[in-house]
């Protein structure tokens, strides 16, 4: 005899099922999303990390004439990357020990003993000396899957990094777990509530059935009517929340997506002036001109100076993205860090710095120090001198450096989006020597302390707390 649930039956299966579908939706799509974010900043945070030891090593060798080989120099400096586990490939015969290859593998000739196999891919290794770039992959090693990254250090000699993926697989499985007890809640919620009102729910459930359908084909403004003050009231209150909460958490990573894309976009117009310049100058240098040639060394040599600096902030803007900026608090005198920035960013500009109060605190000073370079750079380059900058150390438990110069202050439309990467005052943007990166910098470099960074027309305002940033357990 075949079953057929009564309506009080029906209810209860309905509404648990409806919660069910939706719950699920809701947390794969949540978990997708988390984890593919996840993901992308682990990659991102190895690559940067890379990048870092790859120049750090080359410039090693060249302040170095310590070492007899290549090989020795990048083991050396490598050796005191402690908890890094790394190994080298060498193609080069002057530079030391050579690599073999044995059954489709490098075998590497320094490196430490880690928990990678002792060998590297041929093809793997080829495709970064031919690529010019490193060259990334997963490695299944006794310990699990890690990320490898290859790439040249010097001319023959590779470098390779390994990994671990463990901590963001836990998380991954952390969340998961969340998301599956969540899902679990929510559908005997949604069958609790059946049971006690059978009467009238089937018109409620259908509209709960048709919203999680449009919510699940990506009509992400789906809202449930609440009407009283019932179970099933709090559950389209509860679906509303969940919505509103995914809705929004989709529309960030859409506007960080954007972000992304126009910063990727920026860089890539801001890199193409110097290079290009550098490019002509270098073909100038051919000129049987004398003048000329030293012309071009000039452009060149300005032009190199320019490209240097654009990188230096683009690497400090991924380390804040990929969570890795790092604080060194300790005593600062903050008039004395201000006269030193002053002297250092305009040293023949109209600039006074005047302080009042007990101006000492506890900070990094290399970051405070950059903080003030960029404002004082900032109100030379874009306002009117002369410029003053006053710094107050009055209040108890904080500091304040505030920068004028003497101009009208900022546009009307440009003060939102003052401390935004690649925003410039001048909006001919191939006509100023900077990278629309430095109040950016200074903000992140402000927010990193526990202060912040304020603008009122012509005066920049740095807010930090006198006993440091706050502690994070």
């Not at 789906?222 to 809705?247: H, I, K, W």
């Amino acid at each position: 005899m075949r079953w057929r649930p009564g309506l009080r039956a029906a209810v209860v299966l309905t509404v648990a099922a409806v919660s069910l579908v939706t719950t699920a939706a809701m947390a794969l799509t949540t978990y997708q999303l988390q984890a593919g974010s996840a993901r992308e900043r682990f990659t991102a945070s190895a690559q940067a990390a890379f990048d870092s030891d790859a120049q750090q090593a080359h410039q090693f060798l060249v302040r170095s004439t310590a070492f007899e080989s290549a090989v020795g120099g990048v083991a050396e400096y490598m050796g005191a990357r402690l908890g890094l586990t790394w190994a080298l490939v060498n193609f080069t015969p002057t530079s030391g020990p050579v690599s073999t290859a044995a059954d489709g593998r490098y075998v590497p000739v320094a490196g430490t003993g880690g928990s990678f196999a002792g060998q590297l891919p041929v093809s793997r290794v080829d495709e970064a000396r031919r690529g010019g770039r490193p060259v990334r992959y997963t490695a299944d090693t006794p310990d699990g899957p890690q990320l490898v990254i290859v790439g040249e250090v010097e001319p023959g000699l590779l470098l390779a990094e390994f990994y671990h993926a463990r901590g963001i697989d836990r998380e991954l499985s952390a969340l998961r777990d969340r998301l599956a007890v969540v899902a679990a809640v929510i559908a005997l919620l949604g069958g609790a509530l059946g049971v006690l009102a059978a009467r009238g729910v089937r018109r409620r459930v259908r509209t709960a059935a048709l919203a999680a359908r449009r919510f699940g084909d990506g009509a992400l403004d789906t809202r449930l009517p609440v009407r009283g003050r019932d179970e099933l009231a709090d559950l389209a209150g509860s679906f509303n929340a969940m919505a509103q909460r995914l809705g929004e958490s989709i529309e960030q990573l859409r506007l960080k997506d954007q972000q992304q894309r126009r910063f990727v976009a920026d860089v890539a117009h801001d890199l193409r002036t110097p290079v290009a310049s550098m490019v002509a100058a270098a073909d100038g240098l051919r000129s049987p001109d004398a003048q000329d040639r030293a012309r071009s060394a000039e452009l060149l040599a300005s032009q190199a100076r320019r490209l240097g600096a654009l990188v230096e902030d683009l690497l400090e803007v991924s380390r804040f993205d990929a969570g890795a900026a790092e604080l060194r608090p300790e005593a600062v005198d903050l008039e004395a860090l201000v006269e030193d920035a002053v002297q250092v960013s305009a040293p023949d500009a109209d600039v006074t710095v005047r302080s009042t109060g007990d101006v000492t605190l506890f900070a990094d000073p290399r970051r405070l120090h950059t903080i003030v370079r960029n404002l004082v750079t900032n109100a030379v380059r874009h306002g009117e001198p002369p410029v003053a900058v006053t710094v107050d150390g009055t209040a108890p438990d904080l500091v304040r450096v505030a920068v004028a110069d003497s101009g009208p202050g900022l546009p009307a439309e440009l003060a939102p989006v003052v401390f935004d990467r690649f925003v410039r005052g001048d909006r001919a943007r191939s006509r100023t020597e900077g990278s629309g990166l430095g109040l950016a910098i200074a903000r992140e470099n402000a927010r990193l302390h526990g202060g912040r960074l304020d603008v009122d027309g012509a005066v920049f305002t740095l807010t930090v707390p006198r006993g440091g940033p706050p502690r994070v357990d």
